[in-house]
């Protein structure tokens, strides 16, 4: 059953779970603590990333793991110093039993922030201030079903759904149906793409170039996009300091993101992901992407 709190807890809480009691969330760096197998896995992740510079933070981050998206069968891992965010990462259930690493990032403004969210809601003005705030229910959840569908779902006091980007907080133009729509089309076009989840062991190569504003050119409306066989060489690009920007149409076309595509890392020699200058920096599985979007130089 859900439980819905005052914004001013919900924002403590729904750094556990939006949807499940704060019991339920897990922190992993507790000593003597006995480690599940999925924490078992965040740990070793962890500590390969921690050893990157721009990661260094994660090695005396605290760690929390919360259910997330449709079904429960992923989880958000955040990482918190001084009590402010420095990161996060989304890994989701392989059908064998193991675990994937979706996606990851750094920076003080990750997925599903509850503070980047609040402030958002006010400046939209679903709330006036902090005080009118608290006084009504906060009902939201996290909905996470790719990594280019990640949305909070607030269902406002007059009854309305109301989406809002991850990452920003921003609303969305759409609407239950709508979101409904998108989520079975890329349930249909994962189901058709091989199951790729490889068990990440070692970070081979990275990379991470200056950002830049993807809007100062717009090749997406004058170029075409790069092929397959350019994505597949991704990294040599970069490696060049190529200006890569990545967009994806969703919703029936009614919201285009666009990403300046700033680095990659390169897992087990040979599993890439792409790094995206989006409120931090953002790694998200090429694999999970490629047939999602486009990239264009």
Not at 37 to 44: F, K, P, S
Request: hydrophobic share 40%.
């Amino acid at each position: 059953m859900r439980k819905w709190f005052p914004l001013y807890a919900a924002l403590i809480i729904l750094m556990a779970s939006s949807q499940v009691s704060a019991a339920a969330q897990t922190t992993i760096n507790q000593p003597g603590q006995e480690q599940s197998r999925l924490e078992q896995q965040v740990q070793a992740w962890t500590n390969i990333l921690a050893a990157e510079p721009q990661f260094k933070s994660w090695k005396i981050a605290s760690t929390t793991i919360a259910p997330i998206g449709p079904g429960m069968h992923g989880w958000l891992v955040t990482f918190q110093l001084n009590r402010k965010p420095v990161g996060y990462m989304i890994v989701n259930a392989t059908q064998d039993g193991g675990f994937a690493l979706s996606e990851y990032g750094v920076g003080d403004h990750p997925a599903y922030d509850p503070n980047t969210l609040y402030k958002s809601m006010i400046r939209q003005g679903y709330y006036t201030s902090y005080a009118d705030a608290i006084k009504k229910p906060l009902q939201i959840e996290r909905l996470y079903v790719h990594p280019l569908l990640a949305v909070w779902k607030w269902i406002a006091p007059d009854g309305q759904a109301v989406y809002m980007d991850a990452w920003s907080g921003e609303s969305l133009p759409i609407d239950d149906q709508i979101w409904s729509k998108q989520a079975k089309l890329s349930a249909i076009s994962t189901q058709a793409e091989p199951i790729n989840a490889p068990a990440l062991s070692q970070l081979s190569s990275s990379r991470t170039n200056v950002t830049f504003d993807p809007y100062e050119r717009m090749p997406w409306l004058t170029k075409s996009p790069l092929s397959m066989e350019q994505v597949s060489k991704l990294p040599d690009l970069l490696n060049h300091k190529t200006e890569i920007r990545f967009t994806a149409e969703l919703y029936d076309a009614s919201v285009l993101f666009v990403y300046p595509t700033i680095g990659y890392h390169v897992w087990n020699g040979k599993f890439v992901y792409a790094a995206f200058d989006q409120e931090g920096t953002r790694y998200v599985s090429l694999s999970s992407i490629q047939s999602k979007g486009r990239f264009y130089k």
